[in-house]
């Protein structure tokens, strides 16, 4: 097991590794965990009839009721008869 110091250089190490872009993934990466364990400030912030449509959709998509994006973009192409 790493100690505290060990860990942390570790993890340095491994971020250091990756290119640019991966690194800003990471970061992304580990902002939403922090966040998702702490932080409801902007869940909260949001008007109760967003809320409610939120959960609405992630229960749609959840039981299968979506359309995906590159479906919906063809659809929309055909019906207004854009070209690609």
Partial sequence: MYSDKNTKEKIFSEIESLPEREQQTVLGLVENYIHSQTDETEWDQLPQAWRTRIEESLKQAE??????????????????????
């Fill in 63 to 84: 039981e299968g009721k979506f359309v995906l994006n590159e479906d919906a973009v063809a659809l929309i192409r055909k019906k207004y008869g854009l070209n690609a």
